[in-house]
């Protein structure tokens, strides 16, 4: 009797699993022609961005500037990762340089051949930083990760290494 | 009954696997809240001219100052040319102030006390400018980057944390300069509101 019970729990856990993995919505988005590389953005604004994934694909959000040594370093990890899990994973670049470093920042997602839209931050600080967390301080670089749903699996500041950006991935896709 | 155990084992371990990939809350900072008293107040640290002071030391009659700011960080040298004028506030309201260097990390890298006091001699620091040894400080203080403002009153206690103001870039097109009416506000004994900002700025260069 408890034997049936415990298997019968397995199998609900396992189903469980199984559908949140099968249940992935595809919408590639890449640059076309007529989308820049890097397009001005307020906080509100990205929420919106941040919300027409809801339901289809994880977010990873990642704050970064030229300027910014830890931002480069992680960098590449995030390009590998976005083409890794294109399909389920959509990663959202926003360049919080200065306005007079605009050009530097968009020759620098060239180099690292980026090739969806990205976003610079406009505005003030204050409300682009609590648009994104209450607990972010401002500190760069900032990470917040998704799920399809739209819940928080992990937000950090500071740089990261490949390990820790997949890891989280993989908690946001499984929630 | 060994069928039964295996399965019950295999339950729990995947129950718990399960849990680790529940959602979790953003992860905050261990921040000083306001109206706490400033930590390590006895703890020393070496200015660039070579004098050796502690926070206690530093603190004016009505309060004290502290910037963790560095040389290496574009934000800091954004809001630059707002550092002495606002020392001059704070000592002409007789609040002490002092700048921290919490980058531990890449001393070699611009950051050394040589760094430091290359920086303070080419923009003129009219104010303290030490070296935060293993960013002891920084990190009792709860700081995050630089520049990272912390304001106490006459009891130590913290009255305003945050940002400069709201324009690193540009001193001419600040809408709102929260430290300077904290300080004004500190003094008077108005109230500070806010006394909570947030601006970017790079990230502490904590040690290994």
Redesign the interface.
Known sequence: M??NS??F??IL??GF?VSTNVAVGVAQTTTSDSDPLLQDITGEELQQVINSYKGEKAVLINVW?T??A?CIDEFPYIVELQRKYQDEVQVVFIS?D??DSRDRAKDFLKEQEVDWTTYFKTG???P???AL?????????FT?IL?RDG?????????AEYEKFENNIK?AL?? | MN??KT??V??IV??IG?L??????????D?LEIGEKAPLTDVEVTDVSGEVLTLEEVAGENGLLVNFSCNT??WVE?WEDRYNPIAELAKNNNIGIIALNPNAAIRDDGESMEDMKERAESSNYQFYYALDKQARLAEAFGA??TP?IFLFNSDMELVYTG?ID????SAEEVEQTFLKNAIENLVAENEIDPNT????????K?PE
């Not at chain 1, 967390?133 to 670089?141: D, F, I, K, V």
């Open positions: 408890m034997g415990v298997v729990k397995c856990v396992i699993v500037a300027w910014c830890p919080a200065f306005p003030k600080d204050q682009f930083i609590e967390s209450e607990n972010w301080s401002g500190a760069l670089p917040k799920s819940q928080v699996v992990a937000s950090w500041e500071q740089g908690k499984i929630n | 069928i039964n399965a019950h295999f339950f995947l129950t399960l680790a990939f529940f959602p979790i809350k953003d992860k905050s900072a921040r960080c574009p954004a995050t980057r990272d940002a709201d324009n690193a870039k900002t947030k601006a970017l700025g790079c990230t502490i904590w």
